[in-house]
């Protein structure tokens, strides 16, 4: 049966639009596909890429383990910044990257090696991106910020501490904070505001005896009944 006149036109009309937007949406269908397709290989080599950060990450802290309690060697201390080193060069993004500077800047503190721990607390507050718009926990970042404080007052750099703490909030790390604050204040000469400070952080203390801080507020002139629990 011959298709009728509506008929004829319809199919001719679609004929006329595939071959006007056929190779068009052919394109189209093949950017879709590889894009997928290209997602789908960016998945993988994220995959091998986080293994790869991560295995360099562990040789570091297992070298953290094994330095607990004692002073971390020159050879410990050279054989994590070999790591570190491939770490930043090739996976600068990576959350384990920023893990590791934090126990480089440990390893550099503990040699009393300030100035280099600085740096590394600082690349981590400078670097708070993880690539394809990720970022870290926040405590990761208070945590670097309340370390980098402690060695800016270990420095004799008591404002620099205290623009540290007081830049940024301190969300879990009141107690932590506030002391850190205390700190830098008594430094500056600023006694009522470091015991305020003080008191603050022993108000927000949630575990653990907190026997220095009351101390440091008894030397401040407050009686012991009054930072008693």
Do not use: C
């Amino acid at each position: 049966m011959a298709l009728d006149t509506t008929d004829e036109e319809q199919v001719e009309a679609l004929k006329n639009w595939w071959k006007d937007n056929g190779t068009s949406l052919l394109a189209g269908v093949v950017v879709v596909l590889a894009v997928m397709f290209g997602f789908r290989k960016w998945q993988d080599s994220q995959s091998v890429t986080m293994g790869e950060a991560s295995d360099l990450y562990q040789q570091i802290a297992d070298l953290s383990v094994a330095n607990l309690g004692k002073a971390v060697t020159d050879d410990d201390l050279l054989a994590a910044q070999n790591l570190y080193s491939q770490l930043k060069g090739q996976y600068s993004s990576s959350v384990y990257t920023h893990f590791a500077a934090l126990a480089m800047a440990k390893f550099h503190a503990e040699k009393g090696e300030l100035d280099q721990a600085a740096a590394e607390l600082q690349w981590v507050l400078d670097n708070q991106s993880l690539g394809f718009m990720k970022k870290a926990d926040p405590e990761m970042f208070q945590i670097a910020r309340q370390r980098l404080a402690r060695i800016r007052l270990a420095q004799g750099n008591a404002q620099a501490a205290l623009d540290l703490v007081r830049g940024a909030d301190a969300g879990s790390f009141v107690t932590t904070f506030s002391e850190t604050e205390g700190d830098a204040l008594l430094q500056l000469g600023d006694k009522e505001g470091a015991k305020a400070a003080y008191q603050k952080a022993l108000a927000a203390y949630s575990d653990g005896n907190p026997a220095l801080l009351k101390l440091k507020l008894q030397d401040l002139g407050v009686s012991s009944a009054e930072v008693a629990p």
